[in-house]
C-alpha cells in the first residue's frame, strides 16, 4: 500500500509558486544542448548540498539514501522537507509498480514525494478496485485500442451514457423512468461542459518494458480505457537495452501526460506548473551526464 507521511501535509505551496528559470550552473561542462533547460523549477540549490555532503539519513526508517528515502517517500534528513516544491496536479494518479522493479532506480518515487497529496503507488498484485469507476479512470499504455489524450472525454462520456443504457434496460422497470434517466443522465458529447470534467484518475505501470505485460493483462485493468501518449524522447540515464529512445522512464511518462491533458482536455496554456515533477529527475540528469563528460565514475555510484 502507499504511505501518504503526514509531514508532507505540513509543508506550504509558497515554495512551488516561487519558479525560477533553469540555470543549472553545474552544467557548463556540458557542450550538448540540454533538453531539460527550459524548465521551470524551483531552486535546486538544497539538492546540490546534498550532493556536496553525500549520503543523509532518514528519519523515519534510519537508512542512508541519496536525497530521499525511496522506501518511506520523504527527504533525507540534508534536504529539509520546506526546501521540497509541492506540486498542485488536476487529478489524482495511481502507480502500480511491479515487484521486481528496484525500489531505488524507480522514478515514480519522485511523483509521491512531490505530489503526495495526489499519488498512490502499490505494489503488484495489490491493485485499487476500479471496476465501478471505468467512467472516470484510464490508464497509460501503448496498444492497438489505445487512444490520444484529447480523445479521453469523449470516450469517457459514451462509458457513462453505455452504463446508462444497460441499467434502464430493465424492462421490469416502467418506460416512463427509464426515459427519465436517460434525459437526467444524458450530456451531450460536444457539450464544453461534459469536456475534461469526467476523468479523476489515471493510472501508470512502473516496471521495465519487458515486465509490463504480467500488470497489463491482470484482469482488473483490463476493462480501463488505454491511452497512448505523444512521442517523446527520454532523458532517462538508464535506457533500457534494446529499447527505443521514445521509452519514457515513469516520471517523464506522468509529466509529459500531465502537460497534454492541460493543454488538449483543460485547454488551457501551459506555464509550467508540472515542471517541478522533474525536481529531482533533471538534478540527476545533469550529475550523470556531467559525471559522464568528467569521467567521474564516483557521481554515479553516490546516485545509484
Not at 37 to 60: D, F, M
Not at 177 to 203: P, Q
Not at 242 to 251: A, E, N, Q, R, V
Amino acid at each position: 500500500m502507499s504511505l501518504n507521511p503526514p509531514i508532507f501535509l505540513k509543508r506550504s505551496e509558497e515554495n512551488n509558486s516561487k519558479f525560477v528559470e533553469t540555470k543549472q550552473s553545474q552544467t557548463t561542462s556540458i557542450a550538448s544542448e540540454d533538453p531539460l533547460k527550459n524548465l521551470h523549477l524551483a531552486s535546486q540549490e538544497v539538492l546540490q548540498k546534498a550532493q556536496q555532503s553525500g549520503r543523509s539519513k532518514c528519519l523515519k526508517c534510519g537508512g542512508s539514501r541519496m536525497f530521499y528515502c525511496y522506501t518511506c517517500y520523504v527527504p533525507v534528513e540534508n534536504v529539509p522537507i520546506e526546501q521540497i516544491p509541492l506540486v498542485k496536479l488536476p487529478l489524482k494518479i495511481d502507480i502500480i509498480k511491479h515487484p521486481n522493479e528496484t525500489d531505488g532506480k524507480s522514478t515514480a518515487i519522485h511523483a509521491k514525494l512531490l505530489a503526495p497529496e495526489f499519488v498512490n503507488i502499490y505494489t503488484y498484485p495489490c491493485i485499487p478496485e476500479y471496476e465501478e469507476k471505468d467512467h472516470e479512470v484510464a490508464l497509460v499504455f501503448p496498444g492497438p485500442q489505445s487512444i490520444s489524450i484529447k480523445d479521453i472525454s469523449f470516450h469517457l462520456q459514451k462509458r457513462i451514457q453505455n452504463n446508462v443504457r444497460g441499467k434502464n434496460d430493465d424492462p421490469d422497470k416502467p418506460s416512463f423512468k427509464r426515459k427519465r434517466a436517460e434525459e437526467h443522465e444524458f450530456c451531450d458529447l460536444n457539450d464544453s461542459k461534459c469536456k475534461g470534467a469526467t476523468l479523476k484518475k489515471i493510472v501508470f505501470i512502473d516496471s521495465t518494458w519487458n515486465q509490463t505485460n504480467k500488470i497489463i493483462t491482470d484482469e482488473r485493468l483490463q476493462g480501463l480505457l488505454q491511452v497512448e501518449l505523444k512521442t517523446r524522447k527520454t532523458c532517462f540515464w538508464r535506457h533500457q537495452k534494446g529499447k527505443p529512445d521514445t521509452f519514457l522512464s515513469t516520471i517523464e511518462a506522468i509529466y509529459y501526460f500531465l502537460v497534454d491533458y492541460h493543454t488538449d482536455i483543460l485547454k488551457e496554456k501551459y506555464r509550467g506548473q508540472y515542471d517541478n515533477l522533474l525536481f529531482f529527475y533533471s538534478f540527476m540528469y545533469q550529475l550523470i551526464k556531467n559525471a559522464k563528460c568528467s569521467g567521474d565514475k564516483e557521481t554515479g555510484k553516490l546516485i545509484h
